[in-house]
C-alpha cells in the first residue's frame, strides 16, 4: 500500500503564496506519474498539476504562471508551489501518484482558503 501524506495547506490573502508538499511512502521512481488534484466546494476533483517521471510537467490552464510543480527524487515529495493566490484557489488540494501498472493513490487532502 503507497500512502501520501500532504501538508502546507492554509489560509492565505488574496495575491499570497503557500507551498504544498506530498510525502510518498515509496520512491519516486515507483510512479510514472504524481501531481495535484483540487476539489473546491460543491465542484468536482479536477487536474491542477502533474509531473512525469520523466520531468515532464502539464498544468491546468487557470493556473499557468502561476502555480509550479517539482519533486524532490532524495526526499520522496513532490511539492506546488502556489503564487499570486486567487479566490478562484479555494479547495481541497490532492496529491496523487500512479504506479507504472496504473494504479493510483490518493492522500488526504489539505485545505487551502484565500481570503479576499
Known amino acids: 500500500q503507497v500512502q501520501l501524506v500532504e501538508s502546507g495547506g492554509g489560509l492565505v490573502q488574496f495575491g499570497g503564496s503557500l507551498r504544498l508538499s506530498c510525502a510518498l511512502s515509496r520512491s519516486i521512481s515507483s510512479f510514472n506519474n504524481m501531481g495535484w488534484y483540487r476539489q473546491p466546494p460543491g465542484k468536482e476533483r479536477d487536474v491542477v498539476a502533474s509531473i512525469a517521471n520523466d520531468g515532464r510537467t502539464n498544468y491546468a490552464d487557470s493556473v499557468k504562471g502561476r502555480f509550479t510543480i517539482s519533486r524532490n527524487n532524495a526526499k520522496n515529495t513532490v511539492d506546488l508551489q502556489m503564487n499570486n493566490l486567487e479566490s478562484a484557489d479555494t479547495a481541497v488540494y490532492y496529491c496523487?501518484?500512479?504506479?507504472?501498472?496504473?494504479?493510483?493513490?490518493w492522500g488526504q487532502g489539505t485545505q487551502v482558503t484565500v481570503s479576499s
Open positions: 496523487f501518484a500512479r504506479t507504472w501498472s496504473g494504479a493510483r493513490f
